[in-house]
């Protein structure tokens, strides 16, 4: 028993002696480092910066400089067509649809055949044109005689006027006519009574893709009646969504940069086009933005969602680094040298109000205490607050 407490009392008093020397002990060597990047002591409304301090953290002095600044408004928008790339196809005669072949996203060339529709009208157009043709020259030399023998005295006026109202009427008709063929694709100069259709083209007006189509063969498709949307891509513009408070900004020129969520890391470059007069009702204005490199938009789709941003007109201001900003209790500062001895430097803290950003740098807005000269810590001031 008496060996268990003489151990006892043993280890007591060796722990007593190792706390009696760690509290004896000198200060460890980060303790010692420490004391000496204490701050200079100064008054309430300055800071110290020892030369050491300057030197172990790696600051960096700097002064305000003149920097362009462009600001930038972020939007979201859609690749889309122009009106004038988009073409429905209507006849302008009813009739019946044969030899359809087309299909949604299908390449078609402009003058290239999209269908055929077939009509007993059609027959009736090209046989009132001859018709009416074959009479002209009956109708024109009795109109001519008609005319020389008024001139001589010899028939009456009212012979002559008939002659000539006759023929005159015939030549209207036989022209309308002739305009009414051209647009179902008949070519009356040809036209016979051996070569008479009783089915005719309708014609691709531009060089695109099928969008959609509306009708089937064998259906009767009435005039005006909508067969086919086609769309052409070679020109596609960009329409963005601008916010109304934003939108006074922008201007026809601004550049504009976007890019797709389809294709990460590729930026495209556009300028405004046009911008719209009208507020949708979610208080939205549309902006008309063409690229700047046309050879770019083979890589776009009609309907591509995307994101970008439009540069406002750059305007010059004064700018620090942004790491020389700091900010405390929601107020921004900058440290100024407001002098300095064999000890080390002296700052001054100083409130400013920040704008806009370029990079690395910040605006700094006019302030009575900084101008171009005042030496500001431009590194290492966040460690000072």
């Known amino acids: 028993m008496e060996a268990i407490q003489s151990k006892i009392y043993s280890g007591l008093l060796i722990l007593v002696g190792l706390v009696f020397l760690i509290r004896c002990s000198p200060k460890s060597e980060e303790n010692s480092g420490a004391e000496s990047m204490e701050s200079i002591e100064v008054g309430s409304n300055q800071i110290g910066l020892t030369k050491e301090q300057f030197a172990a953290m790696d600051m960096k002095w700097g002064e305000m400089v003149l920097k362009t600044f462009s ?28 030899d359809l072949k087309l299909m949604e996203g299908q390449q078609i060339r402009k003058g290239e055949v999209l269908f055929y529709l077939e009509s007993p009208e059609f027959v009736r157009l090209q046989q009132e044109y001859l ?21 001589e005295k010899i028939a009456s006026q009212k012979g002559y006027l008939k002659a000539e109202s006759e023929y005159q009427s015939s ?8 305009k009414q063929l051209g647009m179902i694709h008949v070519n009356a100069d040809k036209l016979t009574p051996a070569s008479i259709q009783t089915k005719v083209p309708v014609i691709s007006p531009i060089n695109g893709y099928v969008e959609s189509v509306f009708t089937v063969p064998g259906a009767f498709l009435p005039s005006a009646s909508k067969a086919a949307t086609l769309i052409s891509t070679e020109h596609m513009h960009i329409e963005l969504s ?24 590729k930026t495209f470059d556009a300028k405004v086009y046009v911008v719209g007069k009208s507020i949708s009702e979610q ?12 050879s770019q938009e083979h890589s776009l789709v009609p309907g591509m969602y995307l994101e970008a941003k439009i540069k406002l007109e750059p305007q010059e201001g004064w700018s620090l680094p942004v790491s020389a900003v700091v900010a405390a209790d929601g107020v921004d500062y900058v440290l100024v040298q407001s ?40 590194k290492g001031a966040f460690t000072m607050l």
């Not at 408004?73 to 006849?91: C, L, R, S």
């Not at 601008?242 to 890391?265: I, S």
């Not at 803290?349 to 810590?377: A, F, H, M, T, W």
């Open 71 to 98: 600001e930038e408004i972020k939007v979201q928008g859609q690749v889309k067509i122009p009106v004038e790339g988009m073409q429905d196809i209507t006849p302008f005669f009813g009739g019946y649809v044969a």
């Open 131 to 151: 018709e009416t043709s074959s009479q002209l020259n009956f109708l024109k030399e009795e109109f001519e005689r008609q005319k020389t023998l008024f001139g």
């Open 171 to 178: 030549l209207a008709k036989a022209e309308s006519l002739k």
């Open 242 to 265: 601008v916010f109304e408070k934003d939108a006074v900004n922008v201007t026809e020129g601004q550049h504009v940069a976007f890019t797709l969520p389809d294709m990460p890391g």
């Open 339 to 378: 002098g300095s001895d064999e000890k080390g430097f002296y700052l001054d803290k100083v409130e400013v109000k920040l704008g806009r950003q370029n990079d690395d740098l910040v605006e700094i807005y006019p302030n009575p205490k900084l101008d171009e000269n005042s030496i500001i810590l431009v």
């Open 283 to 294: 208080r939205l204005v549309p902006v008309h933005a063409h690229l700047i490199d046309e």
